[in-house]
């Protein structure tokens, strides 16, 4: 029996990571990101924060490089945002740090607000596009600030992606530099987080056998996205990011 090897080992709580991964999925597969915005405030009700974290990571790890994969214009996507990416590279090992030093509610409702309020505007006309001519400068300030956040939180994906709607980036190439940031950005969380020990045997069961139930929900979000126009998938990814901000003032709240 498994609870020979894992004595924490729980059906239940294999059950609550399952379905987790499978609500995550279909909103992966629908937006190319939105998995642990789903899935981590599910688990985290039933289980720690640091668990969560180390058990959502190897999922993301490997629906994002599938993901990526799928989409293509990696070159083309590296070669225009390698500034954000190494920033954030650089910054998110110190928000793993952070994740088992300091009490990080009101950086959660800080960052929560700040999306309800950046997609609020987008959703309502005001655009962002001034980032555009200022990419250069604000991709690696974002980064930085991202890498942070994703660092304790696994959510590094979450303030990039106003960033990525004011470029107005068309629908697949958004797909694709989600894809690459989020691939890559797992493989810096999964190496800080193993460095801070944070993941063990029973976490990556978890992750493992939640991969199944996973990949059922993005393949029936995907096909979901290929029958939205731009227009509706903009509102449907704004419509997320202001989810996310709602879900990081709970959880910091909670």
Known sequence: MITEYLPEFSLFHLFVVCAALSLGGIVKGISAFG?????????VFFMSLP???????LPMIVTNFVQMLATGHIKSTVARHWRFLLALY?????????LSTVNTSYLLVGVGCFLIFVASLEMFGVSF?????????????????????????????????????????????????????????SLVLMASLHGGNFIGPLELVYGLVGLGPLFVGMWAGTKVRHRVDQATFKKIVLVLVMLIGVMLIYRALA
């Open 35 to 43: 998995l642990p915005t789903i899935a981590m405030p599910i688990i």
């Open 51 to 57: 668990s969560a974290v180390a058990i959502i990571v």
């Open 90 to 98: 650089v910054s998110m090992p110190f928000g793993v740090y952070l």
């Open 129 to 185: 596009a001034f980032v555009t001519d200022r990419e250069k400068i604000t991709g690696p300030i974002i980064g930085l600030f991202a890498g942070i956040v994703g660092g304790i939180t696994t959510l590094y994906g979450t303030l990039p992606i106003f960033f990525f709607v004011a470029l107005g980036l068309e629908k697949e190439k958004f797909v694709a530099v989600v894809s690459v940031l989020l691939f890559t950005g």
